[in-house]
């Protein structure tokens, strides 16, 4: 029935530290069944003042005062209704509304007039502009293990200049056509965001490196989950790789891989999300195209791995 969201379903179908995954939120570290550090909510400075429960998937934060589930959590951290929590989940995370899959005795749960459920369907347009002055030999780039001539070619670098992204480095994000739709901006440190986006911007609509990826003609697509992940393995040789920008695979995303690639390999984090994610994903996509899934070692990231690592695993 149109309207209807199933608030119980998504919070069994998404866990608290996928979300927190997803965020990128920094600073926190297992403690027994827990998830403690700064708070990603308030981004205080309290190493301690953060509780997330694996176990019973909810969130207490001693110093602000949110708490809560997974629900809970994504309205704060978005400053929105839990509505709107629950239809950014679903997009996220590919959960269906549609009460597929759903246990027997699931809830709905009603709305106001005028607060029915859409489903969004659209491009993120291009951009109008495109930032100059942008240095790609920025020791941070170095740092991740960046050149300076693959950051030329993704037009990857430092933007000095004033503006939203100012004192960031800056990732264009192009569309299935090569325009730019968006520019992803990354803080020098851990402070918050760790990545700035335009308002409006739908990063599940664009997987990240899909045009340079289908102009290799390759039928196989390497997969992973960030921007410098794709640069990374994109150095080491490999330059049929698109990146998720995230632990989700998107209905769309997941249209835009397959209308190129026959083939899937998995690069995901290797942590306890990114397993998972990676474990889901393939489910997925085994249905529709061979998929593979290749594990990095535990606690690190792709782009963590030298170029050597990379082509062995990918080999």
Known sequence: MPGWVDFGALKRAVSLEAVLHHYQAPGLRKRGPQLVGRCPIHR?????????????????CFACQAGGNVLDFVA???QCSIRQA???????????????????????QSVRKGELVRKEEGDNPPLPFALTGVDPSHP???????????AVEFGVGFYARSGLLSGRIVIPIANARGQTVAYAGRALDDSLPKYQLPA????????????RAAATGSRTAIVVEGYFDCLRVHRAGLPWVVALMGSSLSAKQENALLEVFERVILL???????????????????????VAEVQVPDGTQPDQLSLAAIRQLLG
């Open 268 to 290: 995901l984090d290797g942590d306890a999300a990114g397993r998972a994610a990676s474990r889901a994903i393939a489910a997925r996509l085994s249905r529709r195209c061979w």
């Open 44 to 60: 205080g400075q309290r190493e301690d003042s953060f509780r997330a429960s694996l176990s019973k998937n909810v969130f207490h």
């Open 86 to 108: 629950a239809l950014r989940l679903e997009q996220w995370f590919s959960v269906g509304a549609s009460g597929e899959g759903r246990p027997p005795g699931w809830q709905r």
């Open 140 to 150: 941070y780039l170095v740092e991740r293990g960046i050149d300076p001539p693959t």
């Open 200 to 211: 409006g911007f739908r990063k599940g609509w664009e997987l990240f490196n899909r045009h």
């Open 76 to 78: 704060a951290m978005e």
